[in-house]
């Protein structure tokens, strides 16, 4: 069984989705445009274990 609620609706999806129902200026439509445009940073990160988050 899994648990994971990506597994269902995977991150990705849920940026595109939800950026349909939010308002254009407000600070959660700002926030799904960042994840949206440094996607590939962000999946890059998760996929290379030896990348550090703090520089």
Do not use: C, H
Request: no cysteine.
């Amino acid at each position: 069984m899994n648990l994971s609620p990506f597994s269902r609706f995977p991150p990705k999806a849920w940026l595109d989705a939800e950026q349909e129902f939010v308002l254009p200026r407000s600070p959660i439509a700002k926030a799904i445009t960042y994840a949206q445009n440094q996607w590939t940073a962000l999946t890059t990160f998760t996929t290379r274990g030896y990348l550090n988050i703090v520089g």
